[in-house]
């Protein structure tokens, strides 16, 4: 299994659309793509357990190495834990839905495929690389696109939002730059290879140093407290399928960078900072849960729901225990998927009535029920109902959490377990109001899912139950990595 | 020894001449007229405003003229040693003189010393 | 030294096609040349030799950059077609662009300090009259003067430092002086401090680095557009190419001392370039406030002065150059009025070249996969060698400031035209060089080591 595949295929999906005559052209080959893209990751699945079943304990497979620029030291290396390629299912998830959801995009079709392509090209390098350089260089690809979507093909207050999202986005990914130089010298290892910096051991005073760089610089993506402030603004400016990308994709890439990064070279400064990043943790799930309470309009309930769900991942990281990490992972998965889902629905719905305020919706149960399915399906979701993911992933984290004996820990979980009553009223009460009682009037007679947003949802759905009905498989998946992640965190520590 | 000279050098220079201002200002008593403000012009008034417009043509023939100026001043040295430098140095300067007459040729024929 | 002497020999030849009327071909002569210029110095490579009683040195640096220069030249002919269209001017237009390419490779290559004031004069005094060759235009002879007052006054601090050194040292051969500084390290005389801060205020003056700039963007708005792409790419290129070459031969030993003024003037420029950067409305304007900025980090990699800088110049150099380039080939064809709101519709007319000025764009705005993200990245890290860690943190703040003007161009060009606006159309010559500079622009970026590591 050849994880180049992976960023060739979204590549030449991405330059093809361009060369494309119309925009039925530049659909079909867009889907074609994604599912290509969709069919690669879940061969790369089972390849990967096939690898784990057949003994192979290596900690990462389909490794590969290549010299990039020699000069710094720069390589190109791949490879893929079990963490990596439950990221990168769903990055393929998203982008198959996401192309599906933006299928009647006609305004400058070809740039806007063109871009959500890269960003996909972006995501995927992100999650398989192994040299922090490139790891660094995926990231600011998955920034670009983001800025263009939202400040041409976006609504409302389009040219701030995307503005404001690029600038804490590149000012995240220009910590991570400083972070990165200064491990490359100061570690004494002068490499950007992940693998061989994670065999040295880095100075405590350097990690001290550059590890909160690290850390915040990949946090600003996953929204920690007080840099979250760019998620409502550009998920409610944004296009369906750029929100669905932001939250469901970009968001994650800060998660997976706090651990694979941060956490996982620095584990000493890791142990020494966890009480702040719990504490942030802590703040951003009420702050987003009770925000959300505030919020009419249906992008920006979801948005900051999303910044207290994000607080969960955070939350995990900084517990530092194999449960709570596991956890952690398992969130970034099932919010990303539901996230991806309620946005995916919010587009659908704001279509039909031209309208994303609660008030002004009313009965569409009635009216198209099948979005509104979805739409429930999502909310409950997010509220953690058992038998969807989201019930299963924050209670690995919470389990994870009580692990640890200390007073303020146990605070900030049960702080943490507090907060999903807040999420059940406010999503309980928006779902109320949007499908129940009388149907408000708009001016086109509303219609129900078309096949693509049927798709779309589909996928997504399916994603959901299958975490949340029989999880042991994406915890069988990222258990290892986790595990690996702890073994430096316990031996270095001691 | 060096330093402290330009030191001084600096002090006396800044001394010298703002000490002549201020003299100028305190000793002196002013009785400003309007003959005395007037530009002093070989006694005679000034007829129009002092911002005339020369002939571009004066610019351009001084400018000619610098060039060969400055061609002397290359050529003195050259000349006072020329028994030592010899051969090759006769030939450099005559690579020289011939750009110069290149450059003649050229301002002569966008015509610069056409008297317009 | 044989590219040197092509290049003379082909601007007396552009002069001389005024006399024997070979006018109509003086292009064709003129890229013939400069083509065999490139060529003599790429045979020339790996060699080391000096000419002229060590007047000049001819090492791996100076060829480097003089390759850097006359490729930039072959590009920039590409935009400026129609500014040599007038069968009156070309010949003398050809003529200078000739002189200040000779004095752009002389900055290169010097390795005497009065070689080094020769070149900075013939590359300048072509400058000025560049500046000034819109007759049509009085903000044309606005900027000549603008540009000849504080030029003239900044030649004036640079031979004064000169003569401070030389007073100090007896030489004017970089290495004699050179030598006697780390003979005299110990006690040092103030007169060689002295100079040494005179060369920098001059040298500051002519790359336009706060608080020193004041003159450039009156010159950059005011010059014809293909003059100004020529300043602020092949001439910023050369003026730092001497800074480089000056101070790290003669002065390197006592970098304690000066490297705190560069990185003060650094940051200063960084941050105060791209903060004025962001309140223009007029492209060519923000163009030269950008160019001012990107002058501040140049100046972080003169100051970091180890073996990275030398490469991290050169490669910055030529990713912010070539993309410069390309945007003004926009500006050139955006005429009179340089708004940013009139780029609103190119995009939809013209969808291809829009997304390579995107990609040029966002070169300069450092992001990778692009040249210009390794040029700040390769910046970076020499400064991070040379422990200058809060420079870096003002550059990678003030590129964020950067950031945000860069992404206003494209969000402009990707805006719906406002009603009965003239969209710009670009000609073939224009599309060609827009395609060229982001080509390079791109292969920079995914290969950098094609010219990070020859020097």
């Known amino acids: ?494 | 020894m060096g330093e402290s000279a330009i030191l001084v050098l600096i002090i006396s220079a800044v001394v010298f001449s703002a000490g002549g201002i201020l003299a100028g200002k305190l000793l002196v008593k002013s009785k400003p007229s309007k003959v005395k403000s007037e530009a002093y012009e070989c006694g005679v008034q000034t007829i129009g405003k002092s911002w005339v417009q020369f002939n571009v043509g004066y610019y351009l023939f001084a400018l000619i003229f610098l060039i060969f100026d400055v061609e002397l001043v290359f050529l003195y040295p050259w000349a006072v040693a020329a028994k030592q430098l010899g051969w090759v140095a006769l030939i450099e300067v005559i690579i020289f003189l011939f750009i110069l007459f290149l450059g003649f040729l050229y301002a002569h024929k966008k015509g610069a010393l056409r008297w317009m | 030294m044989n590219t040197l002497i092509t290049v003379s020999l082909l601007g007396i030849a552009a002069m001389l096609s005024e006399v024997f009327r070979f006018k109509k071909f003086i292009q064709t002569v003129f890229i013939a040349a400069v083509t065999g210029a490139t060529g003599l110095a790429v045979l020339d490579w790996g060699t080391s030799y000096s000419y002229f009683r060590f007047m000049v040195l001819f090492d791996d640096y100076a060829l480097a950059f003089s390759i850097l220069f006359l490729v930039l030249t072959l590009i920039w002919l590409l935009l400026s077609q129609e500014y040599f269209c007038n069968e009156n001017t070309r010949a003398d237009y050809f003529a200078l662009i000739s002189f200040s390419l000779a004095g752009a490779i002389i900055l290169s290559s010097f390795s005497d300090l009065s070689m080094f004031f020769i070149g900075i004069e013939i590359l300048s005094v072509s400058a000025y009259v560049l500046a000034g060759s819109n007759r049509s235009d009085i903000r044309s002879a606005e900027a000549a003067l603008k540009y000849f007052l504080p030029g003239a006054f900044s030649t004036g601090f640079l031979l004064f430092g000169m003569a401070l050194i030389y007073g100090a040292t007896g030489s004017f051969n970089l290495s004699n002086i050179s030598l006697w500084i780390i003979a005299n390290h110990s006690n040092l005389p103030v007169m060689v401090n002295a100079g040494v801060v005179f060369l920098i205020t001059g040298l500051l003056f002519k790359i336009a680095a706060m608080p020193f700039h004041n003159w450039a963007p009156d010159v950059y708005d005011g010059s014809p557009t293909p003059v100004t792409a020529y300043m602020s790419t092949i001439i910023k290129a050369a003026s730092f190419a001497a800074f480089y070459r000056l101070f790290v031969s003669c002065f390197s030993i006592m970098a304690d001392w000066w490297t705190p003024l560069l990185v003060i003037a650094a940051a200063i420029t960084m941050i105060g370039g791209n903060i004025t950067a962001v309140y223009q409305n007029n492209l060519k304007r923000m163009l030269a406030y950008s160019s001012i900025a990107h002058s501040g980090y140049l100046l972080l990699a003169v100051a970091a002065i180890n073996q990275l800088s030398k490469p991290a110049m050169l490669f910055y150099l030529a990713a912010y150059s070539v993309a410069s380039l390309g945007m003004f080939t926009l500006v050139n064809r955006m005429g009179n009025e340089q708004q940013l709101d009139k780029l609103k519709g190119f995009a939809h007319d013209n969808p291809f070249y829009a997304a390579l000025i995107t990609l040029l764009t966002l070169s300069m705005a450092g992001i990778p996969p692009l040249a210009g993200f390794f040029g700040k990245y390769y910046v970076f890290l020499s400064s991070i060698r040379s422990d200058l860690i809060w420079p870096v943190i003002v550059a990678v703040i003030a590129s964020l400031i950067g950031v945000y003007y860069y992404f206003r161009i494209v969000y402009n060009m990707y805006s719906k035209p406002a009603a009965s606006a003239h969209v710009v159309s670009l000609s073939g010559f224009d599309k060609s060089a827009i395609l060229i500079t982001a080509l390079l622009t791109l292969l920079l970026g995914i290969a950098p080591a094609l010219i990070a590591d020859i020097i």
């Open chain 1, 1 to 494: 299994m050849n994880l180049t595949l992976l960023l060739i295929i979204p590549l030449l999906t991405a330059v093809g659309v361009l060369f494309c005559r119309n925009a039925q052209q530049v659909r079909w080959l867009s889907l074609a793509g994604a599912a290509v893209q969709f069919i690669l990751v879940m061969a790369l699945l089972f390849a990967f357990y096939a690898a784990r079943s057949n003994g192979n304990t290596d900690a990462f497979l389909f490794s590969e190495r290549c010299m990039w620029f020699a000069p710094l030291n720069i390589q190109f290396i791949t490879g893929a834990d079990g963490i990596s390629v439950s990221m990168l299912l769903l990055t393929a998830a998203v982008v198959l839905a996401g192309v599906l959801v933006s299928w009647k995009e006609e305004t400058m079709a070809k740039e806007f495929f063109f871009l959500l392509h890269l960003l996909a090209f972006g995501a995927y390098g992100f999650f398989i690389s192994l040299d922090v350089f490139t790891l660094f260089f995926f990231l600011e690809i998955a920034v670009i696109p983001k800025y263009l979507l939202i400040g041409i093909w976006g609504s409302g207050r389009k040219e701030y939002s995307a503005n404001k999202l690029a600038l804490m986005l590149m000012g995240g990914s220009a910590l991570v730059l400083i972070g990165m130089l200064g491990m490359y010298y100061q570690s004494g290892a002068n490499t950007f290879d992940l693998i061989r910096l994670s065999e040295v051991h880095i100075p405590y005073a350097t990690q001290l140093q550059f590890f909160p760089l690290l850390f915040l610089g990949f946090g600003v993506f996953t929204a920690i407290f007080p840099f979250h402030t760019w998620v409502p603004d550009g998920h409610s400016a944004a296009p369906t399928a750029g929100s669905m990308f932001l939250a469901g994709i970009s968001m994650k890439l800060g998660g997976y960078g706090c651990l694979r990064v941060a956490t996982y070279l620095m584990p000493d400064a890791a142990a020494y900072y966890a009480p702040y990043i719990i504490g942030l943790a802590t703040i951003a799930i009420i702050y987003g849960a009770f925000a959300t309470l505030m919020q009419t309009d249906l992008k920006y309930i979801n948005a900051y729901s999303s910044v207290s769900h994000c607080g969960f991942v955070l939350l995990g990281i900084g517990m530092l225990n194999q449960t709570a990490i596991t956890g952690a992972v398992m969130q970034m998965v099932s919010h990303g998927l539901m996230t991806a889902l309620f946005f995916a629905v919010i587009g659908m719905i704001y279509q039909r009535t031209h309208t994303r305020m609660v008030r002004q919706m009313g009965g569409l149960l009635k009216a198209m029920p099948f979005i509104m399915t979805v739409f429930f399906i999502a909310g409950l979701t997010s509220l953690g109902l058992p038998g969807f993911s989201g019930f299963v992933a924050e209670m690995t984290v919470l389990m994870g959490a009580w692990q640890n004996p200390k007073t303020m820990y146990r605070i900030a979980t049960i702080l943490a377990c507090a907060s999903i009553v807040v999420t059940a009223v406010y999503i309980l009460r928006a779902t109320g109001q949007v499908a129940m009682g009388p149907l408000k009037q708009h001016d086109e007679p509303l219609n129900d899912a078309r096949w693509y947003e049927k798709l779309a949802a589909f996928i997504l759905i399916a994603g959901i139950v299958a975490i949340g009905v029989a999880p042991f498989w994406l915890n069988d998946l990222i258990t290892p990595g986790a595990k690996i992640i702890m073994q430096k965190i316990v031996s270095l520590s001691r």
